[in-house]
């Protein structure tokens, strides 16, 4: 009985490996090709993220020169450095793009500053920093009366008015107190202003008004 269960068992076995023999002949070569394709995927994704960790860490090294140059008042030189991340494609591009309008206003290039925070807030930047931006156009624009696109029902500007409370609040620090009033008020009396920022608005007139005394 233990022969025959032998006898079974090298059959068996035997089989299988002419099995694995043909699916080596027909699969061999495609087989080799996965096992390459791997070993090259690992490596490359290694690569990758190395090569990605420098490039950022080079382009932040751009962006640090590029405010020591603004600070230094050279602004053609900061923005050209900026320019440099800017045409990357960087996780860090819209970041710089930021920075360039900063510098812009320091240099006094308002409309420019203002050209720029409109290119980020409506690209496919990262949701926060287009955000950022249209909170940033909304605050040069009331700070310096220059002109954003008309709000209508198909186009709305989420921030306008949290960005005449800043815009005031920025007056007031500049001691142009008259101003921040006009501008206040102006936004209290809109009609569809909601409570929460009607509250908050009337908050800061309030506060105004005691800070002057």
């Not at 394709?37 to 962006?63: P, R």
């Not at 605050?139 to 005031?168: C, D, K, M, V, W």
């Amino acid at each position: 009985m233990s022969e025959d269960l032998s006898i079974f068992q090298e059959i068996d076995e035997s089989l299988k490996a002419e099995k694995l023999e043909k699916f080596l002949t027909t699969h061999g070569n495609l087989l080799i090709i996965i096992c390459v394709g791997i070993v090259f995927a690992v490596a490359f994704s290694g690569w990758w993220k190395n090569h990605v960790k420098e490039e950022n860490a080079n382009q932040t090294s751009i962006l640090i020169q590029a405010s020591e140059l603004a600070d230094a008042k050279k602004y053609d030189e900061a923005i050209a450095k900026l320019q440099e991340v800017e045409k990357s494609s960087s996780s860090l591009a819209d970041i710089a793009k930021l920075r360039h309008a900063e510098i812009l206003i320091g240099d006094n290039k308002f409309e420019q500053a203002l050209g720029l925070y409109k290119e980020i807030s409506s690209s496919n930047a990262d949701k926060a920093l287009r955000d950022l931006a249209a909170i940033n156009a909304e605050i040069l624009a009331n700070n310096h009366n220059l002109p954003l696109p008309p709000q209508n029902s198909s186009e709305t500007r989420p921030f306008n008015n949290f960005a005449s409370e800043i815009g005031a609040v920025n007056l007031l620090n500049q001691s142009k107190n008259k101003d921040a009033k006009a501008s206040l008020e102006a936004l209290s009396g809109k009609k569809d202003l909601p409570n929460s920022e009607k509250q908050r608005t009337t908050e800061l007139l309030d506060y105004m008004k005691g800070s002057t005394k």
